[in-house]
């Protein structure tokens, strides 16, 4: 069964500027290719994402292309750097624009993201992952994506120390080896998905 993912990194940082967002995005495409998926990353902070919660904000709004993406994937990976405690900017743009499919529904009542699996990363020097982790998870299920079991890793610095999750010579093992079953667990739920429908209400 072919399974396609999305990851959407959203640094703050634009164009090639190292990123540990796009480290750890990078990192979880590796794990879901593993594990039989296959995707691309999408710098977000590149895209003239407008404001707004429509699915199209007109003339120069970029966010179309992105959401052509989300909706040709099986899986979403959302990585999201830790500015003062919280998400990034990028990160809640992309939640708020996410919200237009609340009201997309197909033809047996069904939200048109239900059957789409979604997971989460989070880095920063400073606290806020779990917080982060947990307002990711209730936006995305919001609007009809499953969070599988232990569906997100995060790395957390020394606070204040200024090192980057991709300054690191290597991973943390229990990073990895998260991030790695929440890959696993991910591609499992989607073929599940793919085989055993949610119900209609109509």
């Not at 919660?53 to 979403?76: F, N, S």
Request: net charge negative.
């Amino acid at each position: 069964m072919s399974l396609r993912t999305l990851a959407l990194n959203c640094t703050l940082k634009p164009g090639d500027q190292p990123s540990s967002s796009e480290l750890m995005a990078t990192q979880f495409l590796d794990a879901l290719r593993t594990a039989g998926a296959e995707g691309e990353v999408v710098r977000v902070v590149d895209h003239d994402v407008r404001p707004g919660v429509e699915a199209d904000m007109g003339d120069g709004d970029e966010w179309p292309r992105i959401r052509d993406k989300v909706l040709a994937a099986d899986i979403l990976v959302l990585v999201s750097p830790t500015w003062m405690g919280h998400m990034s900017s990028v990160a809640q743009r992309a939640l708020e624009r996410l919200d237009a499919e609340s009201a997309e529904t197909d033809d047996r009542g069904r939200p048109h993201l239900y059957g789409k699996v979604a997971v989460v990363g989070v880095v920063g020097n400073e606290d806020g992952a779990h917080k982060i982790t947990a307002d990711l998870y209730q936006a995305l299920n919001d609007v009809g994506f499953t969070i599988p079991a232990q569906g997100g890793t995060y790395w957390n610095g020394e606070a204040m120390s200024g090192v980057d999750y991709n300054d690191l010579d290597e991973a943390p093992e229990a990073t990895l080896s998260t991030l790695s079953s929440a890959a696993r667990n991910a591609v499992h739920l989607a073929s599940v998905l793919q085989t055993q429908e949610y119900p209609g209400s109509e």
